[in-house]
């Protein structure tokens, strides 16, 4: 890969290297689980609350286990120019990253086995600097795992509940270099952007990719796979790491 050595980035971050990652576990005292993930200048705080029951659109069978599902929101200054809240629901983009927050977190859980409990994953992003709906999957797993324990710990969910672990992260193409973890002004600029939400397994979960300008090929593709695995494979490790 030698345009990578070429290509400048902020920091001086080869296009292989993610961002400085860290997690703040229990970073909110109240909830059953809490983190502030820290990629670089994006920062989200993921607090997971557990409550008793699950919703009533659920089957009979679905309701001997639980529920999780995520939401998502960027606080008024997050970004260089302050946005409006919104006060009647998520919409759009918000809408379409908290399903995906919840579908990948939901991919990390027995169900069946987490009692009749119903998990939110909060993620707010604080600031944002690109990668916010990858880091809230990666820090949302987090929150989810320290809630789980807790019910866990108490009898209230089985051990068994906990498959695999889950982490997401953003590649790029930049004039055909692949660029891993992008920066906000990276993911304004590349040819092609994409989030892969993954699990410890090394399978996929969910891939959003899209070309800006000329379509990429399959093994332009597979070569943001596999950026996008190691990086991922980094970030399980930093998971476990906070966890323990």
């Known amino acids: 890969m030698t345009a990578s050595s070429q290509f400048s980035r902020a920091h001086g971050r080869s296009s292989t290297q993610l961002r400085p990652v860290t997690f703040d576990i229990g970073f909110i005292?109240?909830?059953?689980?809490?983190?502030?993930?820290?990629?670089?200048?994006?920062?989200?705080?993921?607090?997971?609350?557990?409550?008793?029951?699950?919703?009533?659109?659920?089957?009979?069978?679905?309701?001997?286990?639980?529920?999780?599902?995520?939401?998502?929101?960027?606080?008024?200054?997050?970004?260089?120019?302050?946005?409006?809240?919104?006060?009647?629901?998520?919409?759009?983009?918000?809408?379409?990253?908290?399903?995906l927050i919840g579908r990948a977190l939901r991919a990390s859980v027995d169900l069946a086995k987490i009692g009749e409990h119903t998990i939110t994953v909060d993620c707010d992003v604080l600031q944002a600097d690109g990668g916010t709906r990858t880091a809230s999957i990666t820090g949302?797993?987090?929150?989810?795992?320290?809630?789980?324990?807790?019910?866990?710990?108490?009898?209230?969910?089985?051990?068994?509940?906990?498959?695999?672990?889950?982490?997401?992260?953003?590649?790029?193409?930049?004039?055909?270099?692949?660029?891993?973890?992008?920066?906000?002004?990276?993911?304004?600029?590349?040819?092609?952007?994409?989030?892969?939400?993954?699990?410890?397994a090394g399978n996929i979960i969910e891939i959003q990719g899209t070309a800006e300008g000329a379509p990429f090929s399959p093994e332009q593709f597979h070569s943001l796979l596999s950026l996008a695995h190691g990086g991922i494979e980094e970030l399980l490790a930093l998971q476990e790491k906070a966890l323990s």
């Open 29 to 99: 005292d109240v909830a059953e689980g809490s983190v502030l993930i820290s990629a670089g200048n994006t920062r989200v705080l993921c607090n997971a609350s557990v409550e008793e029951g699950v919703p009533r659109w659920m089957s009979k069978e679905e309701k001997a286990g639980g529920w999780i599902t995520g939401e998502y929101s960027m606080l008024p200054r997050s970004t260089e120019t302050r946005n409006r809240r919104e006060r009647s629901g998520a919409r759009g983009r918000t809408q379409e990253i908290q399903r």
């Open 140 to 200: 949302g797993y987090v929150a989810l795992r320290l809630a789980l324990q807790k019910l866990i710990d108490c009898g209230k969910a089985q051990s068994e509940c906990l498959l695999s672990p889950v982490a997401a992260i953003s590649v790029g193409l930049h004039e055909s270099t692949p660029l891993l973890d992008l920066d906000y002004l990276e993911d304004v600029a590349v040819d092609v952007d994409a989030n892969f939400v993954m699990n410890g």
